[in-house]
């Protein structure tokens, strides 16, 4: 062993202590939005803060940062330099940004949450708008201190998909609106009577109906638990523990359903990592983007295909009764193209332009183009143009999202992503998984888990998003795949 591989693996064991403790904020995280009692939100924010300080003390730490530049990248096997890849950027990023400006991001980020459940639920945006106005002015001074070369917003997707060029990604969803607007217009122009799903359906019987399929997509329950949250999200970091949370409409069981299946997907994928990788470098999902086209692909390809649906339709059945309704009918149901005000509750045709939406007014705002005090309006008038509606209330407009509240600037833009990539994995896995339209009719998804499990899944951080797809589909992502199934899916289902 060679005296920078002996670093090496001192300078991973010291990181692994670090990922440890940053594990601990994942599950103060989850229990804030799921068990928290509501007087504990400034001891909790307090806690937070604290947590990225002693985080940041050790990734600055001169010990550690003298190794990381004692190390020659040269003598390392191709495992290790993604390894130190991944180090150079964690302990780069936080020798860029100082403590005091993590504490404060944190505090913020635990009381916006409160503030922001508060104004959603009160309806009244002007609540959120002081918490939004703090938030925005730490996050571009942690843009700054980060550094970029045109906007700040670079610096802020880059934490999220890592090697991304704000300009490609801006020409991405570009190029989506016209055809999806195409699209929706013409889905519109049918005028096919809408199928309803609405009724009245007990909290429990959705919750055994979202465990149940859970347990079927292969979601390990002895690694994990479902909880309810106001916002939908998983949480975790570690294979064995890796928690997802869902909602219930007692009037529409879709939203639980959907969202857990969503949450599903993402879980699958922090679940499926090497577990030899837990508390490594390469321990984590290489970007966002890739991690929501696990749940993308699962929420969408998966249970609301023409395959898996059936058995979805029987189960439903079985839990919650639909009466005389015909799988045809909650076929057309599942895929409703309609245009939902919520993001979370929207179809597959007009989700990206929800997406648009929320990129182009980050952007603005960190362009300095857009006053967050006009943000309110400027979301209305641009829903009116991307999706044919004002919405009656910011609740379902545009404090639907928690995003903002704890300064995730920049996340959004990896959901359209994320359906980019689902796209290009499902029409490869097709290829490679015999009979697999068949498998799911019958509720069997275990090979095409495989398939993402060796594909995807277990590598964690060890290729950047784009080497990854090219190493499975054999071509850079592309937005054609995803257009393609949305153009074939949606003129089945309503005869264009």
């Known amino acids: 062993m060679t005296t920078s591989q002996a670093t090496f693996e001192s300078l991973v064991k010291d990181m692994g202590e670090i990922y440890a403790l940053a594990e601990i904020g994942s599950v103060l995280h989850w229990d804030q939005e799921t068990m928290m009692p509501e007087r504990g939100v400034s001891t909790r924010a307090a806690q937070l803060a604290e947590l990225a300080g002693v985080l940041h003390a050790k990734r ?25 890849r991944e ?32 104004a959603r639920k009160e309806q009244n945006f002007s609540l959120f708008h002081p918490v939004l106005e703090r938030m925005i002015g730490l996050k571009k001074e942690y843009a700054k201190c980060l550094g970029y070369k045109n906007s700040p917003y670079e610096a802020l997707l880059d934490e999220f998909e890592p090697g991304s060029e704000l300009n490609d990604v801006a020409s991405l969803l570009g190029d989506l609106e016209a055809p999806l607007r195409d699209l929706a217009e013409r889905i519109k122009s049918k005028n096919q009577p809408k199928v309803s799903l609405q009724g009245d359906y007990a909290a429990d019987a959705q919750l055994k109906l979202a465990k149940v399929v859970s347990e079927q997509l292969g979601y390990a329950f002895t ?16 294979p064995g523990d890796v928690r997802i949370t869902t909602r219930v409409n007692p009037q529409d069981f879709q939203d639980c359903l959907y969202s857990t299946i969503h949450e599903v997907g993402h879980a699958l994928y922090e679940q499926g990592i090497d577990q030899s990788l837990t508390f490594s470098p390469l321990g984590y999902a290489v970007s966002l983007g890739v991690h929501e086209s696990q749940s993308r692909l699962w929420e ?34 599942i895929n409703e193209v309609g245009g939902s005000f ?43 143009e991307l999706l044919g509606f004002r919405p009656p209330s910011v609740d379902v407009g545009v404090l639907q999202d928690v995003h903002w509240s704890g300064g995730h600037f920049g996340y959004f833009p990896t959901y359209t992503l994320g359906n980019v990539f689902a796209a290009e994995l499902y029409q490869c896995a097709e290829k ?15 090979e095409l888990l495989g398939w993402l499990r060796e594909n995807v899944h277990q590598h964690g951080r060890l290729y950047r998003a784009p080497e990854l797809l090219q190493r499975i589909c054999g071509h850079k ?16 289902i309503y005869g264009l």
């Open 223 to 238: 690694a994990g638990r479902l909880d309810l949250a106001v916002h939908p999200f998983t949480s975790g970091g570690t």
């Open 342 to 384: 919520i993001r979370t509750e929207s179809d597959e045709v007009t989700y990206n332009l929800h997406i648009l939406l929320r990129f182009e007014l980050e952007r603005a705002i960190f362009e300095e183009k857009l006053d967050p005090a006009d943000l309110e309006t400027a979301w209305n008038d641009r829903s009116e």
């Open 60 to 84: 600055t730490s001169p010990e550690l940062v003298d190794k990381v530049k004692s190390v020659d990248s040269a003598e390392l096997d191709p495992t290790q330099k993604a390894a130190m």
């Open 432 to 446: 490679d998984v015999d009979d697999l339209s068949a498998k799911l009719v019958n509720g069997d998804v275990c």
């Open 477 to 492: 992502p592309s937005a054609e795949p995803l257009l393609d199934y949305l153009e074939d899916k949606f003129s089945k």
């Open 87 to 118: 180090i150079c950027r964690d302990v780069d990023k936080a020798q860029k940004v100082p403590a005091s400006l993590l504490k404060e991001i944190a505090k913020e980020a635990s009381l916006g949450h409160q503030t922001w459940a508060k």
């Open 300 to 333: 969408n390809q998966v249970a609301r295909g023409p395959f898996f649906s059936q058995w979805i339709y029987s189960r439903c059945n079985e839990v919650l009764g639909l009466g005389e309704m015909a799988y045809d009918a909650f076929y057309q149901a």
